[in-house]
């Protein structure tokens, strides 16, 4: 007989004799886990839709007149000057007069009886990807409004900002259920493992008493913890999954799950959250036996 | 040059027999609040010897076997098993010497839950011995304390002179080089108690020390082996029988 039957022997007997309470770890397990993947999966999916709006995101700075070459190159300067940007385009009157009747398409003779500098000139500006940040833009925003000849300032500021908030909202409600689910698993499980303890204590002295080594003793402990976190994290996520495809299949069509694009984790994402999870778990049950062994 | 081997196993290190087995030297046990419970013992047990250990209740039988298998550790005094003071083994070596001390204690320690084969194959597993091989020893010694017909009993279910036996069993199932036996016969007949000696006399020839607490005259009388009686923790006499 080897370590590794007498361990896998010994776990077996451990999870037959305290089924019940090893039951409800391992429901405890999988709904923290479910629990934490589900805001997890909210918070990607956020962040993805927030990357996908910045790509459109430009800052259109409405000016007072046409600004000439040479103060076009001054103002390109200047917002340079403040910050980086992809890209800066002038657009005069008569510019935006023809994009306006463009994008309306058959009904552009409503425009016939207008003139042809009605609209105002303006520059749109498209900042750096990196210094999209939300106070970047609004800092920028700020500044472009301080440029000569600048009349208004406009990127979506109520959109952007509403959507920085609720997804900073997200993210403290990832970490805050994280850590807390987090700790509850790991206590679970170390509190599951200690009352096997208590309930086996006899039996431990004795092994120790005819010279189990620690490992012997430790081994199936550190395998059920992990079993625990194995199975918890695998069951978890499978239920997510299924309310993932119940809610795309459900709520199909132009609404919210649509404009974002939803999409479950990646592998990398599925292997780490298990991973996290049996690593936990198996801590948990390492605290316990250590703390109620002395070996 | 000679190879220099680190032994991993203690107790084989001076297993022959004529060398000390047991070795304790002005050893004392006081519990608290200031409960003498030895005092300065002193005495040597030869590898391969049967010793046993006389006394009334309360003498400080017990308390001097659980020293010397380190279930618990001595105030004052040094204690050698094999050669190795008892006391500073720790972790895979002390679980390396255990498996090689057979102990049936007073309060036997069985688990109650769990079956007769099971009790006694337990001192086997912690040294990875062969499924076949557990179950076989584990037979053979059922049938010698005539207790075939309990191999599947829980042993929460036995009466004490059959539990008394299982635990004798499974402290000499693992062949151990050191056997220490407490109060072996206290639930038991004449006939069993004679089974039981018989089993432990075996054992001893095959080469095991044995160290046998007790208060029954009836097995410390025959034979020629020493017998050390204890009084309120020290040693009253010391002396061989020659019967």
């Known amino acids: 007989m080897n370590f590794w039957f007498a361990v896998f022997r ?29 805001f997890y999966l909210i918070y990607t999916n956020m962040i993805g839709a927030g990357d996908r709006l910045s790509d459109d995101l430009r800052l259109i700075v409405y000016l007072e007149d046409d600004p000439g070459p040479e103060m076009q190159e001054q103002l390109r300067r200047k917002i340079n000057n403040f910050d980086k940007t992809e890209s800066i385009q002038f657009i005069s009157k008569s510019d935006a007069y023809e994009r306006f009747a463009e994008q309306l398409g058959e009904d552009s003779d409503v425009l016939t009886d207008m ?17 999209r940040g939300y106070n970047q833009i609004k800092l920028f925003s700020e500044y472009l409004a301080t440029l000569p000849g600048s009349e208004k300032v406009q990127y979506g500021q109520e959109w952007v900002e509403r959507f920085y908030y609720f997804t900073r909202l997200i993210t403290i409600v990832v970490l805050l259920s994280g850590t807390l689910l987090i700790l509850t698993a790991t206590f679970m499980v ?15 002295e004795l092994l120790k008493l005819v010279g189990a080594t620690n490992n012997y003793i430790r081994t199936p402990f550190l395998l059920e913890g992990t ?14 999954y299924i309310l993932f495809q119940w809610i795309s299949l459900h709520f199909t069509g132009p609404g919210l799950i649509n404009l974002f694009h939803f999409t479950f984790f990646p592998p990398m994402v599925i292997v780490s959250i298990i991973l996290g999870s049996i690593g936990l778990c198996t801590i948990g049950s390492f605290t316990s036996i250590q703390k109620f062994l002395k070996i | 040059m000679p190879k220099i081997v680190q032994n991993q196993d203690p107790i084989e290190t001076k297993d022959i027999p004529g ?20 005092s300065d013992i002193s005495f040597t047990v030869d590898t391969g010897e049967l010793f046993f250990l006389i006394g009334r209740s309360g003498a400080g039988k017990t308390t001097l076997l659980k020293l010397i298998c380190n279930m618990d550790t001595p105030s004052k005094g ?40 099971e009790n006694i194959a337990i001192s086997m597993e912690v040294s990875y011995k062969k499924p076949r091989a557990i179950r076989q020893r584990v037979r053979d010694l059922l049938e010698q304390l005539q207790l075939t017909d309990k191999h599947d009993a829980l042993t929460g279910d036995l009466s004490r002179g059959e539990q008394q036996r299982i635990a004798l069993a499974r402290s000499v199932a693992n062949s151990p080089r050191l056997i220490l036996v407490d109060e072996p016969t206290g639930n038991l007949d004449a006939a069993t108690t004679e089974r039981v000696m018989d089993l432990l006399t075996r054992c001893n020839k095959a080469g095991a020390t044995i160290v046998i607490a007790t208060h029954d005259a009836s097995i410390y009388q025959k034979g020629n082996h020493r017998v050390m009686e204890l009084r309120n923790g020290k040693i009253h006499s010391l002396s061989r029988n020659s019967r």
């Open chain 1, 10 to 38: 010994q776990a077996g007997r451990n999870l037959r004799q305290t089924w019940t309470s090893q039951f409800m770890t391992f429901l405890t397990v999988s709904l923290s886990v479910l629990i934490f993947a589900f």
């Open chain 1, 115 to 131: 003139p042809r500098d009605f609209l105002p000139a303006s520059i749109e500006v498209v900042p750096l990807k990196s210094l």
């Open chain 1, 190 to 204: 170390a509190y599951t493992i200690r009352l096997t303890i208590m309930g086996r204590h006899e039996e431990l």
């Open chain 1, 227 to 240: 079993l625990q976190g194995l199975m918890g994290s695998i069951i978890g996520l499978s239920a997510l």
């Open chain 2, 19 to 38: 060398n000390t087995m047991i070795e304790m030297i002005k050893v004392s046990r006081t519990y608290a609040p200031d409960i003498k419970a030895l």
């Open chain 2, 78 to 117: 040094l204690i050698e098993v094999a050669g190795h003071n008892i006391n500073n083994l720790k972790g895979k070596k002390l679980a390396h010497l255990r498996q090689k001390i057979g102990v049936a204690y007073q309060d036997f320690k069985l688990l109650s839950d769990r079956t007769v084969a």
